[in-house]
Each structure stands twice: as C-alpha cells, then as structure tokens.
C-alpha cells in the first residue's frame, strides 16, 4: 500500500505546490514579496504576474551569466533566422522580377530573364536551406550545452545543501527543479525562442520588403492587420486561463483516480464502490466541461487572424484597383505583396501566442537559477583535518540550533562523551534528539556554541576524513534501486567484493544473508521497498561498518521490526560497538537499559544524563518515560 | 477465484516502443470505434472540414480572378469599373468568412469528438477498476493504473483531433489537383510531382525521428529517476560522502540525453528546412513553367498567380498529414492496452440475498485454503471458530497469512477450497450492503479520504452526529478530533490537515465501529497507537458494543486483553488457547512474546505525549 501511495504521489508531483520551496529562497533572498497560498492555478499565475519585463530581463543577464553557451547560441539563432526569414521572402520577389520584368515587360517575354531569375531562385532557396540547417544544428548543440551544464549545477548545488534544509515537500520541489523545470526550458528553447527570432525576423523583413515596394500599401496592409493583435491577445489569455482549468482538473481527476486507486481495499470493505463511482464520473464531466470551454477559444483563434489577413487582402486590391496607377504601383507587386502578406500572418499569431509561454518558461528559468542562489551553509573546510582511527570521543559545547524557519531546536546543550561509550538518546518526539545526532555528523552547523568530535571541532574536519569516521544511519535506512552488495559498497567506493561478504561475515549477518533469495546480488527495489524496515537497516549498518568509524550514530526504527530481524541487528550492532563510540537514538527500551550512558532530551535541553539504573533512581523524566514504556509492554503479567 | 493480473509490461506504459504490425489497418478500426461513438460531432467536423477545404481552393480561384478581371485591367489602359472591383473585394471577403466558419466547426467538433471519446473510455476504466477483484489491485502499481486513465487514453484519443483535418485535406489536395488541371494540366504536372515528393520525405522523417523521440523520452526518464532517488537518498548521499558520485551519476544521463536531443535536433535540421524548401522550389517551378506558358498565350497571369496560392496554400497542411501516421502506432499500442485492462474479468456478482441478524457474529472457517496466482499456498487448511462476542488474537510472524486470512474472513476474497461463515453466512456472497452492515476489516495502512472528519467516518452510511461521536469515542479519536482547527468539518488529506499514522489509525477504526459491525477485523489497525490507547480500545469493544473481534496482534499487551490467542506459522493454525494456556504449553509462543517486549511503543501517536508525560514548551 505504502508504495501504492508512493507511486502516485510521484504520478502528482507535477502539480506540486511550490511555495514551500520558495519560501525558503525568499528568507535567503528578500527579493519578492510573501508567496499567496498555494493553489495549483493561484502558483501560475503568480508567476506569470512577476514577470515584469524588468524581471525576465534580469533572469536572461543572470542566466547568461550562468550559462555563457548562450551567448554563443544567441548569435547563432539570430543568423539562423535571418537565413530562414530569407528564404521566404525570396518567393514573393522572385514573383514580382519575374512577372514584372520578364512577362509583363514592354518589350515582351524576355526568356533568358525568366530563366535566370528562376534558376537564381531556386539556387538561392537551396543555399539557405543548407545555410539554416548549419546554424539549426549549431544552435541545438549550443542551447542542450547549456542545459545540460545548468542541470549539473543545480543538481550539484542541491547536493551540497545541508539535508537540514531539506524536507519532505521541498524535496519534491528540488526534483523538480532538475527535471520538469529544465524539461520546459529545453522545450521552450528547441520551439519558442527558436519561434521568436525567426518569427521577429521574418515580420521584420516582410515589412521592410513591403516597403522598399510601396509604403503605402504597407501603410494599409498595418492599419488592417492592427486590430488582430489585441483581439489575439485577449483570446490567447482567455484560453490560457481555461487551458489552466483544463490543467488543474485534470489533476483533480487523476487525484480522483488515485484515491480510489490507493483506497482500493477500503472502498471494497466498506461497500463504498458507488460513492466512488459518482465522485469519478463527476470529476471526469468536469474535466470534460472545461476541455469544451478551452476548445472554444482554439478554435476562435486561427480563423480570427485568418479573416484579418483576407481583410488586408481586400483593402490591398482595392486600393491597387482605384489608385494603382497614379501610386506607382505595377501588377507584379501588387500580386507580391499578396504572397508577403501570407507571411506576415502565421508569424504575428505564433509570437502572441508564444508571449505567454516564454512568460512562463522566464518563470521556470528564475526559479531553476533561485536555487543556485541558496547559501551552501555546511561548507567542507578544504584544509580540514583528518580524524585519527578507533573510537572517537564527543564533546558538545553550549550547543543552540534552530532552523531557518521556526524557534530553537536545541537550546545550551553540553555534553562530555568518552570514546567508546554506548550512548542512548532518549525523549519524546520534537525533543531535539534527532536534529542533535544530524549535527554529530555535520548535516547541518550548530547556531551556537560547538561540537568536537575525536578532540577536533567539526567544522574544522575535512569532509571526506569526517564522512568516513562518522557514520549515521537512519531511520528509514535509504536503500539505492540495485542489490544489496552495491548498497554496501557505497560505504567505501574502493571496497571489494570479498570486504563486502567479510563486513557481513564481521557482523554475524552471513546467515540472514543466506536467506536472501539471490544472497548479495538480491535486488532491493526502489528506495529499497523490497525489504522491510529491519532489513533496510542491517544492510545501512553493513554500509556504515565497511569504513569502520569511529562514531557511529543509529536512529532506530520506531516501526515494528520481527523478532527474528531484530535479534540480527542487535548483534551486528554490539560488533560495531565494539569498536566505536556508538550514539543510538533509542525507542527501545532494551536499547536505553543496555546503554553504558542515557541522556534525556526534553524541548531541546539536555535534562539527565547517567546510567540506565541511576536515571532510574532519580525519578526524573527518564523515570517516568521508562514507567511508560515498562507499563505498555509488560502490564499486567 | 479469478486471476487477473492484467498483460501489461510496465515499462512500456505510454511508450510506443511496440510498434504494431498492419497498423494502419487497426489503426483505423480504433478511429473508427470513437466516430461511432459520437457520430453527430464527428460529422459536423468533416462537414467544416470540407467546407474550409473548399473556399481555401475557392480563395486561390478568386485570388487568380481578381488577378486578371481586376488587377491586370486596372494597370493596363483598360480600366476597370467600381462595382466589379467591390463585387470582387466582396467575395474575398465572403471567402475568407466561409474559411473561418468552416475551421471553427472542424477544430471544435472535432475536440469535442476526441474529449467525448475520452471521458467515455474514463468513465469505463473508473468503472472497471472498481469492479475487478481486489487482488487485480494489488498486483498492478497505482502508476501503472493511472498512467492508464491519463496516458493511454489521451494516446488511444488523440488521432481522433486530426482526423476530420486529415479528410478534410485529403479533400482539399484533389480540389487543388483538379483546380491546376483546370488552370493547365502541364503546371498541375509539377503538383503531381511535388505533392508525393512532400508526403514521402515527410513520412521518412517522420519514421527516422520516431526511434531517437523516443530514446530522448527514455533519457528523460532516466534523468527525472535519478533525481528523484538521490535527493530522495538526500541523507544517505551526504552522510556517505556520495555527492560526487551521484554527480557523476546524473552527468552520464544527462549527457546521454544532451546527446540524443542533438541527434533529433540533426535529423529536424536536415529535414525542416528540406521541407520548408521544397513548396517553394515548387513555386519557383510554377514561376517558370507558368511564365512560358502565358508568354504561349495558353493561361493568363491570374492562372499562374491562383497556382502559386494553391502551392502555398498546400504547403503547411503537407505537413501536418503526417501527424495522423505519426500518432496512429502509439493509438493502437494504448487502446490495445486499454482493451486488454478492461476484458480483465471482473468480481463475481453477490448472488446471496440474505440480511444477517444484528447479534454478533458467531465465526466459523473450514480448512480454508488459499494461494495467489503466483507463489506458494498462503493458507494450507485453516480451521477457525470465534465464538460471539468473542475477542480472538491472531499472532505469527511476517508472511505466515494472517493477513490473508483477515480478508478472506471479511469476504474481501474467496477461499479456494474450503468453507467461511459468519453467522452462517458466506462473506463474499452477501450483497454489497449486508456485508457491509455485518463485517469490518480495518488495515494497519489506514485510507484517509480527502474529505471531512465526517464523511471519513460516516462515510457511505446515512447515520447522524450521534453514531459518529460514539465511534470517535470508542475509537479514543474525540479528544485530537475536537482540537481539529473545525472539529468534525475538518477537511483531512491532501489539501487539509495531516494527521499522524496513530491519528489515522483511529479514525480508520471510528468507520469501522460506526458501522456496527457484528464481526470486526482488526488487521495491526492500532500498530501506531500507544499501548495503553489501544487498551482503552478494546476495553471499550469488549464493553460497550460487543462485537466478534478478530485482532492481529504484535503486542503483549494486545494479547493479554484477547480472550484467546490463535497463532499461525506457515499458513497453518498452530496453537490455540488462552495466553495463560500458550504461555504454559508453547514455547514459541513465549519467545515471541519476549521478542515483543524489546520493541517499545513508536512515538508516533499524540496521545502518548498528551497523557503520560507531561512536557511544557513543546515546539
């Protein structure tokens, strides 16, 4: 069920909120204003709205700044469209020479004329083909460069921000920053911005050829094309919202489906099977409603700007008819302008309708860069030292910690820790234990006060030297879509397989691993859903012990973990031990009685700290929480 | 019992990486099932379709007459008259109306057509997966089902959009053909030529783009799959120091994908403007073929212009023709699909009418045997009595099928041998709304709907505010309900409050208790919630409803409230007794026990922090 649910979250994730995440780019830079309440359709048209020209002018100079292939991409696509925008004016021209002044000529048919204007034309349409093939093949290379190096980037720079800023939803948010903001980048950049120098180019040169012709039939031709603009405009947008609706309920639909989906095994068990079928059917003839809504602006378009160009059409003859002599004007390029007109329509329609989109794409583009603008607060000291090798002895020194949202986590918390000790955590949910033993292995910087481990202050550690020493494994030991062997050789990237077998083999782990289907090659799934917790958690262990650390810190699992797993991780967990300064953020009791040291965490202060049978005596907050918990799971016998 | 694991690959979801043999042929009997469906639109739409293709060729018809009644008059000594100049402004004009009107009706009914098409083949998925047997459910992934109704059905639909604009083009090239054989049959000659010359230089590119669109698609994937599992991984990355390593990762794929978006990018350089290229070649051809033949005195200039409109006219449609082909194998491949999900046979219709008695149940399971489609036996001969009003505790380790046996108890699934009464009833034969009133299974994963306090208790039944607070009370969920910022109306899931996995457990158990059930399962339905809550609970099932309850239990404190413990090992019963009795006669049972009480309560409910310990300044 778990990964049912799982499933479709990702299938969703498009239509994730984003101002989680942007809250969080906003504290670090108070550059926009508070994000509105997140609602599908409310984000989008937020970011449409911030794109002043100002602002998208200020993401295109940051982006290039970013990326400095664009540049080059720029100049290629400007002469990309200008070898476009050639070739289809070379027509209309090529008509009127031809028929002005080789058919209509006064001296008759000139064949030779007509042959050489023609051959010349048609040399010329293949020399631009080829031409616009060569810059289109230059500037593909140059823009998916540049996409490419910003994808690395932000992914890069996602990894080296400290975890403690991450969080469930952000995450999602930082993926898709990677993937469907770049995605819509790459689409925008293959089509749109192709669209907008080719089409700016050619409505460019269609007037300028217009007018070299005649300035006043390009004077009449403006004046009746005018008014498609704004009519243009003002459908596009009503069709933009209602493609937004279309959007927004086909993910209410899809939400639909996968509650259903999801709740497969409720609904049956509750008979609920024709509530859900009317909730279906109706978000279906929503969805349905709101595609007819939106078709009704598509279809509007076309012909709208359709019957402007026959407008111009019409103007145009008329006035060649009644004034066309005493213009100066001769049948050939009245009959050009007709085919230059033609060009100038399907251009003016594909770049209104591309104002929108590239809006969007800016907005994309501005959020992809916001990322790399987040401060890399837990920077790696390039000149670090290293930590020695055995246990690692911990000392914590008026430690305050608080997130960048939100009150302090940890207030003045002080601890002395021998090395080799077997330490447990212990206290209730939001006490601080958890974001105390991430600042053990450095995932994120005390606020105050600091941390030595091995006698050297953390900050001071190298990166590589601290991540091979300390070691922290988590609750929900992450597992990587391959096998098992691959999943522990990740703890030490030069291990070999006989290291692997040997951690196993080390830690009393050979017979569980026997009872893998296909022992160290048996694949654990996506996130490692294959297996259970438990097991999720021996192999953790396994990937932690192949570096041997020094400091080995285990959130353990609050979920139930079988018996006989849970025999197996308590043995390898006494190997490692053995050899370790352990730090185990306890929810078993057994784990806080076998400890050599428990300290208690309660609203992120550090209260008692002794041995199990001392805490005990004293009748303090360990005492009652160790009442609880005998009381729950060995009343009344 | 029926097996329905669906013959879907899943990796070929929406990908048309099967391309189907004879498609064109199947092609067209997939378009053909959606015009029957909603013939009316579809015909509006080919009726527009035809009319734009007619006044498109009537407009280069005029464009050509224009050219010599108008223009050429008008610039010779000749002369032309007012009205016959405002007479033909006016049929460009009427023209172009006719143009518009025929587009808006194809684009519109032909949209309709297809969104129709799709909210029916909705409808019919939305149907059917409420109607399979639960197991089709588990066996296929929620992706996988979605990707259905969302990709398959747009894939099956969309060749119906272009088919009204394909016919309609089809029309339109033999009205050009015939309009330029009327005009001269030796410029139509370069038509002849250059119209297939398009066709078949746009179909090959069409064919040679199809295998690099869809790696890039592949690629995509690939990159979208890394991300996601590395910042999924985000903590495991950084705390193993993997950061380069992922990096790399990531530049591999995204490199492969930088690079197969540069080999389509290859094959649309040399194509598109290929293709841009050739109607104006064809022009140029017209150009000069149709200069000599007026300098001969056969056409007159209006007959070279009106050809050359033809040209440009034909020119962009040429393009989109393609399309149709282009889409057709990725039709047939998802409607197939489609077919193939929906012949999957549904759930047995409940055939028993009978209306079970408001008492507890008295529970009876005769060697019940059990194995799904793929593996071993789950159950191997389960004999089971649960007398009325009896709390029974189920025990075993992971994978014996207790599980199993919870749904087959409630009629979730049939036994494959072997006999279930409730009340001597068979579960999965009652009608719809007499299980409901006799059985409920609660899961340890509880399903919250994105709905009220409310309606997830009430849900499905007509009962008042007063049977809802008594669950919510029997159920210990009041308390953390009424401190819901709107109490019952609060909404829940998705897009209002998040509860934690104890509060969903309960809540999950109020709909079951607001039911009053006469036989109640509880499948590890309170493994996130405290202990001595939990013992509250069954305190108030034993006390104030007396149902037959059937617990799966992972607690000592669980089994000791039971009246009896069932263990189960391997598919079979293997102890029965009271604890007291297993705790004297079974040694397994005492290991397990004591393997339980290593395992402390999670911290995941509210009430733990609410009753026991008292804190101050909780952040």
Known sequence: ?637 | MTAAVPDVDPESVAEPDEVPRHVIRRGLRVLWRFVKLNPLPFSIAIVGAIIYAGASVLGTLVLGRVTDKVLTPSFNSTGVSHATTWNWVALIMIVAFMRGIGTITRRYFAGKTTWLGQAWLRRSIADHFLAVPLEFHRSVSTGQLLAHADADVLAATEVVNPLPFSTGLLVLIIFSVIALVAVDPILALVGVVLFPTMALLNRYYTRRVERPAAAVQAHVGDVSGIAHESFDGALAVKSLGLEDHEITRLSVAADALRLERIEVGRLRAFFEPALDALPNLGIIAILAVGSWRISEGVISPGDVVQAMALFTLLAFPMRVVGFLLEEMPRAVVSTERLDRLLAAPHADAPADHATPPATPADVVARDVHFSYPIGDPVLAGIDLTIAPGEIVALVGPTGCGKSTLCELLVGLDAPDQGTIRVHGLVPDRLQREARRDLLALVFQESFVFADTVRENVLVGTDHGDDRLEAALRVAQAERFVSHLPEGLDTMLGERGVTLSGGQRQRLALARAIARRPQFLVLDDATSAVDPRVEARILNALRGELRMTTLVVAHRRSTVELSDRIVRMDQGRIVANGTHAELLATDPEYVAMLSAYDSVAPSADDDEVAVDSVPRVGST
């Not at chain 1, 689409?187 to 040169?205: D, Q």
């Not at chain 1, 012909?303 to 100066?328: E, H, I, K, R």
């Not at chain 1, 002395?416 to 600042?439: C, D, P, Q, R, Y």
């Not at chain 1, 022992?519 to 259970?532: H, I, K, N, P």
Request: hydrophobic content about 45%; charged content about 20%.
């Open chain 1, 1 to 637: 069920m778990n990964r049912k649910n799982d499933a479709a979250l990702d299938a969703l994730a498009e239509t994730a909120h984003d101002s989680a995440f942007d809250e969080l780019v906003d504290r670090s830079h108070a550059h926009r204003s508070a994000p509105t309440p997140d609602a599908d359709a409310e984000t989008d048209g937020e970011d449409r709205a911030e794109t002043r020209p100002s602002g998208g002018l200020a993401v295109l100079r940051k982006g290039v700044a970013v990326m400095p292939e664009i540049r080059e991409g720029i100049r290629v696509s400007l002469a990309f469209a200008g070898a476009v925008a050639a070739g289809k004016l070379l027509i209309p021209v090529a008509i009127q020479q031809v028929l002005d002044r080789g058919v209509l000529h006064r001296g008759g048919f000139r064949a030779t004329f007509v042959i050489t204007a023609c051959a010349l034309s048609a040399v010329g349409v293949l020399v631009l083909m080829v031409l616009s093939r060569i810059t289109y093949l230059r500037l593909v290379r140059a823009a998916e460069g540049a996409l490419f190096s910003l994808r690395v980037r932000v992914f890069e720079h996602i990894h080296r921000l400290s975890v403690a800023e991450q969080n469930e939803t952000k995450r999602g948010i930082l993926v898709s920053r990677v993937t469907s903001d770049i995605e819509t980048l790459a689409r925008f950049v293959n089509w749109g911005a192709i669209s907008w120098v080719v089409n700016t180019a050619l409505v460019t040169g269609t007037l300028i050829v217009m007018a070299i012709y005649s300035w006043q039939l390009t004077l009449i031709t403006i004046v009746a094309f005018l008014p498609v603009i704004p009519i243009l405009r003002f459908l596009q947008r009503r069709q933009l919202v209602a493609y937004d609706k279309v959007r927004v309920r086909t993910g209410d639909m899809l939400g639909e489906f996968s509650e259903t989906i999801t709740g497969a095994a409720a609904v049956r068990a509750y008979g609920l099977e024709n509530r859900a079928r009317d909730r279906l059917h109706h978000r279906i003839q929503d969805l349905y409603l709101a595609h007819r809504e939106a078709g009704r602006y598509f279809a509007l378009m076309f012909p709208v700007g359709d019957m402007f160009g026959s407008l111009a059409l019409a103007a145009v003859v008329a006035v060649s008819a009644f004034s066309g002599v005493q213009l100066g004007l001769d049948l050939g390029t009245v009959i050009a302008f007709a085919f230059l007109m033609n060009l100038l329509l399907f251009p003016i329609a594909e770049i209104s309708e591309i104002i929108d989109q590239t809006q969007t794409a800016i907005a994309g583009w501005r959020k992809v860069l916001d990322v790399l603008d987040i401060p890399i607060d837990v920077a790696d000291d390039p000149k670090g030292s290293s930590l020695p090798a055995g246990p690692l002895a911990i000392c914590a020194d008026h430690v305050d910690f608080s997130y960048r949202t939100g009150g302090p986590v940890l207030i003045d918390v002080s601890i002395e820790i021998a090395a080799g000790t077997n330490v447990a955590i212990v206290g209730e949910t939001g006490s601080g234990k958890t974001t105390f033993a991430s600042l053990l292995c450095r995932l994120a910087d005390p606020t105050g006060g600091s941390i030595a481990v091995g006698g050297t202050d953390l900050r001071a550690v190298s990166g590589p030297s601290r991540r091979s020493a300390i070691r922290l494994i988590p609750q929900d030991g992450f597992l990587f879509d391959t096998t098992i062997r691959e999943n522990v050789r990740v703890g030490r990237l030069d291990a070999t397989d006989r290291d692997i077998e040997h951690a196993f083999v080390q830690l009393g782990l050979d017979d569980w691993l026997a009872r893998m289907p296909h022992g160290l090659d048996t694949q654990v799934g996506e996130r490692g859903d294959g297996l259970s917790v438990g097991e999720r958690q021996l192999i953790a262990l396994a990937r932690a012990h192949i570096a041997h650390p020094g400091l080995l810190i285990l959130d353990e699992a609050t979920s139930a973990v079988d018996p006989e797993t849970e025999r197996a991780l308590t043995t390898a967990l006494l190997r490692v031990a053995a050899a370790a300064t352990t730090v185990s953020i306890a929810h078993r009791l057994s784990t806080a009685e076998a400890a050599d040291v428990v300290v208690v965490f309660d609203a992120g202060r550090i209260v008692e700290h002794g041995t199990h049978d001392e805490l005990v005596a004293l009748g303090g907050v360990y005492a009652s929480l160790h009442q609880s918990w005998v009381g729950a799971t060995r009343s009344q016998t």
